[in-house]
């Protein structure tokens, strides 16, 4: 088997992302010399062997460079891993595509527009290619059977075609034991965007409506994952609903830094619209934090029964979630703790990465 794979997400800052971090787990089973990492011209890996040509515009080289790059390479598939691919099948070589959600088919009236023009073209960009991509490939991968089931309704595509790989987590973020609830710090965390599907706002309205009704003045809500490029936006909005004193917007930190953040959390909020998995639901378990999340999409599937759920476009369900689990007995919140660490094992890598090795021997003897 000679396996191509699109390995822009791989390359730069990128790779420590989630795409980038999918695909490599993706392709840790297979032997280095089975793979070829197909790149734009100046761009490598030192992990595999590579393949540049053509400019990094990504519309044209996935169109059309990335295509003519898998039938030089004489491949046998061609792994894309970035929701789209070649809209038309490529003589000889199978199509192997990778979908994480199908947020850029909602509707701009269920999910508004972002703030970021890059994002919106490329919603708009996916939109028009990603139902072609999926018709002409050969076989799907989804992160979750949520979207898995998402891709049979909307677009009619045979259950049997698609593979459900979760996203997985490394052994580094699993405690032994949870920080005890009487010895956590009084803040809640949340790793979130400034996409629309985020759903910040919100989570900010919830919050104000949560602390400021009931007099709560000693409790932040730190944010992890906006670009600071973006936070004015959500200070102002705090300003106006008056809890600016107890929003904290932090700055880059390291993956040690963010589970210490986990780990002494009161709780972890990811109260998003629209979620093809949810990484930050099994880093809080697996950290042995409470999680509150939406109650929509694939998050229950991810959170299991072991997380207090709201509904993500009520700000009255979401207030009383927030002040349910701030007003938690210590005994509530510890329960809650061990239960999410119990179930986030089924998402780690040793267990992830033996589904992936069961797909791979599948295709081989196919």
Not at 79 to 93: A, D, Y
Not at 288 to 299: D, Y
Not at 317 to 323: A, T, Y
Request: hydrophobic share 40%; charged share 20%; proline share 5%.
């Amino acid at each position: 088997m000679r396996l191509g794979v699109d390995a822009r997400m791989m390359y730069g800052a990128w790779q420590h992302r989630g795409i980038g971090r999918y695909t490599a787990s993706i392709l840790a089973p297979l032997p280095k010399e089975a793979v070829i990492a197909l790149l734009p011209h100046g761009q490598s890996l030192d992990t595999y062997r590579c393949i540049s040509a053509g400019n990094s515009f990504f519309p044209w080289w996935e169109q059309k460079i990335l295509p003519s790059l898998a039938k030089k390479a004489d491949l046998t598939y061609l792994l894309c891993p970035s929701i789209t691919s070649p809209v038309t099948k490529i003589s000889k070589v199978k199509k192997i595509v990778v979908i994480y959600d199908l947020i850029f088919m909602q509707s701009f009236k269920d999910l508004p527009v972002s703030h970021s023009l890059y994002n919106n073209l490329g919603r708009l960009y996916r939109r028009f290619t990603a139902p072609k991509a999926y018709s002409s490939a050969d076989i799907l991968i989804s992160i979750s059977e949520y979207s898995k089931n998402e891709l049979h309704e909307r677009f009619g595509i045979s259950k049997d075609r698609v593979h459900v790989i979760p996203c997985s987590i490394t052994h580094d973020w699993f405690v032994e034991k949870p920080v005890p609830a009487q010895h956590r710090e009084p803040y809640l965390l949340t790793v979130t965007g400034d996409g629309p599907s985020k759903n910040l706002s919100g989570l900010l309205e919830a919050y104000a409506k949560s602390v400021n009704n009931h007099g709560i003045t000693n409790f932040k809500l730190r944010i992890v994952g906006v670009a600071q490029s973006s936070q004015s936006f959500f200070i102002n909005k705090a300003k106006s609903l008056g809890i600016e004193d107890q929003i904290v917007f932090e700055k880059f930190i390291s993956n040690e830094g963010l589970q210490n953040l986990y780990r002494k959390a009161w709780a972890s909020i990811s109260l998003s619209l629209y979620e093809g998995f949810g990484i930050p639901i099994v880093e809080a378990m697996a950290s042995g934090t409470p999680v509150v999340c939406s109650n929509t999409t694939s998050l229950p599937e991810v959170a299991g029964d072991v997380a207090i759920f709201a509904n993500p476009r009520d700000i009255d369900s979401m207030s009383g979630s927030i002040l349910k689990i701030i007003r938690a007995s210590p005994e509530e919140r510890d329960k809650i703790a061990l239960s999410g660490m119990m179930r986030s094992k089924i998402f780690s890598e040793e267990v992830v990465s033996q589904k992936i090795k069961d797909f791979w021997s599948k295709l081989s003897n196919q």
